[in-house]
């Protein structure tokens, strides 16, 4: 049984717009049960490393996937996935960049940094929401990840 405090998505977004409509098609597919919004990255890097805010929170608290933007304020999303991968406790954990970025070199270099999958937003109100309830589905449900 899950604990009220265990997170299975982590959704690092600014936009309030990308916010609402991941929300929306998370909850329509009954994915967002045990989903956490940040606004930017530092507040992502304090949930996952129990800091700050998040101080309280306990680090075994399972996260399944971090679905991060990579335009975001006070600390990028690259250097949010470096310190990811940093992290002896965290660098397993799967990531999945959501972006509008079509930038080579930021594919390029997210993959570097070890990200598992980089999805380019679209912009269409249902191919968007469709691209949400994939990666759902795809990392909440048949995705087979080691434990962290």
Same mark, same amino acid.
């Given at each position: 049984?899950?604990?009220?405090?265990?997170?299975?998505?982590?959704?690092?977004?600014?936009?309030?717009?990308? $916010?609402? @409509?991941?929300?929306?098609? /998370?909850? =329509?597919?009954?994915?967002?049960?045990? !989903?956490?919004?940040? #606004?930017?990255? %530092?507040?992502?890097?304090?949930?996952?490393?129990?800091?700050?805010?998040?101080?309280?929170?306990?680090?075994?608290?399972?996260?399944? $996937?971090? @679905?991060?933007?990579?335009? /975001?304020? =006070?600390?990028?999303?690259?250097?949010? !996935?470096?310190?990811? #991968?940093?992290? %002896?406790?965290?660098?397993?954990?799967?990531?999945?960049?959501?972006?509008?970025?079509?930038?080579?070199?930021?594919?390029?270099?997210?993959?570097? @940094?070890?990200?598992?999958?980089?999805?380019?937003?679209?912009?269409?109100?249902?191919?968007?929401?469709?691209?949400?309830?994939?990666?759902?589905?795809?990392?909440?449900?048949?995705?087979?990840?080691?434990?962290?």
């Amino acid at each position: 049984m899950k604990s009220e405090h265990e997170i299975e998505i982590l959704l690092v977004e600014d936009n309030p717009n990308d $916010v609402e @409509l991941t929300l929306h098609t /998370l909850e =329509k597919h009954k994915f967002a049960n045990l !989903l956490h919004v940040v #606004r930017d990255g %530092e507040e992502a890097l304090d949930f996952l490393f129990c800091r700050g805010l998040y101080e309280r929170r306990h680090p075994n608290h399972s996260t399944k $996937v971090v @679905l991060l933007d990579l335009k /975001l304020p =006070k600390v990028d999303g690259l250097e949010v !996935l470096r310190q990811i #991968r940093a992290n %002896e406790q965290t660098r397993r954990l799967p990531v999945v960049i959501m972006t509008s970025s079509r930038e080579e070199r930021d594919v390029i270099e997210s993959y570097k @940094l070890g990200v598992n999958s980089y999805i380019v937003k679209p912009v269409d109100f249902e191919q968007f929401s469709e691209a949400v309830r994939q990666v759902g589905c795809y990392w909440l449900l048949l995705n087979q990840p080691p434990r962290l």
